[in-house]
């Protein structure tokens, strides 16, 4: 069973007042380049893997989706997002992702983000996901870019002239990787970016596009504290398409 963070009250407490979940997908920078890569969801069947509080299952909803079908392991998530929706066609279930069997056939969209990291058997995840699609059916989802994984921990350090340097540590050594976030001891799944998508291909998916997201300089000179999200690739989105 996957760690369940989410639902330790200091960790809880310390990431509801993250701005994406304060103000919903507006306060998530790398929303415009999710939506890059997301199909017309008008009439489709979506799963949201890792739904949280619900801002994406109900965007898309409003974008015209047929049904959505929201899981997250935390019953404090699943709790939010029912409270914030009002709306028949969204369904949220409490559900751990290592574990989870969808039906086959059953979807066109299968969207995730910022949790297919905390996954460490990520192979049958992907498989299980390859099932649960109609022929051509689409999988975007986001994660902590590898590279970012690798460098978080320790802390950067500085250079000369005071920009931060990121020490890549054991990017070749895959597996648990804890850091101290709100909460101490939160365990992530590092994995290299080849690893992710070869699982992928070998999954039964065709790679439609990449992207490697760090703020743009509009987005910080908006919001300056995220000047240091450009220094390395923050996080990888992915657009995949059932073959």
């Not at 409003?62 to 998530?77: I, K, P, Q, R």
């Not at 939010?80 to 559900?95: F, K, L, S, V």
């Amino acid at each position: 069973m996957a760690q369940n963070i989410y639902d330790t009250p200091d960790f809880f407490a310390g990431y509801s007042q993250l701005p994406r979940q304060v103000l919903g997908l507006a306060g998530a920078p790398e929303w415009d380049a999710i939506r890059a890569l997301l199909p017309d969801v008008r009439g489709a069947r979506v799963a949201d893997l890792g739904c949280g509080f619900g801002w994406a299952s109900r965007w898309f909803r409003a974008g015209g989706a047929a049904s959505v079908l929201g899981y997250d392991l935390s019953e404090n998530m699943i709790a939010q997002a029912r409270a914030r929706t009002d709306d028949p066609a969204i369904e949220y279930r409490i559900a751990d992702l290592e574990e989870l069997t969808l039906p086959a056939s059953a979807f066109d969209l299968v969207y995730s983000a910022l949790t297919f990291h905390y996954i460490v058997d990520f192979s049958r995840l992907a498989e299980m996901i390859h099932r649960a699609l109609v022929p051509g059916g689409s999988l975007v989802f986001t994660i902590e870019h590898p590279v970012y994984m690798a460098a978080a921990h320790p802390r950067w350090t500085e250079d000369e002239d005071g920009r931060p340097t990121w020490p890549v540590n054991g990017y070749a050594d895959e597996g648990e990787r804890r850091t101290d976030w709100f909460a101490p001891g939160v365990v992530k799944q590092h994995r290299k970016l080849a690893t992710t998508l070869n699982t992928l291909i070998a999954g039964g998916f065709d790679l439609l596009r990449l992207d490697e997201f760090a703020p743009t300089r509009a987005q910080v000179t908006a919001m300056p504290e995220l000047a240091v999200e450009r220094e390395r690739p923050m996080i990888l989105l992915v657009a995949a398409r059932k073959r």
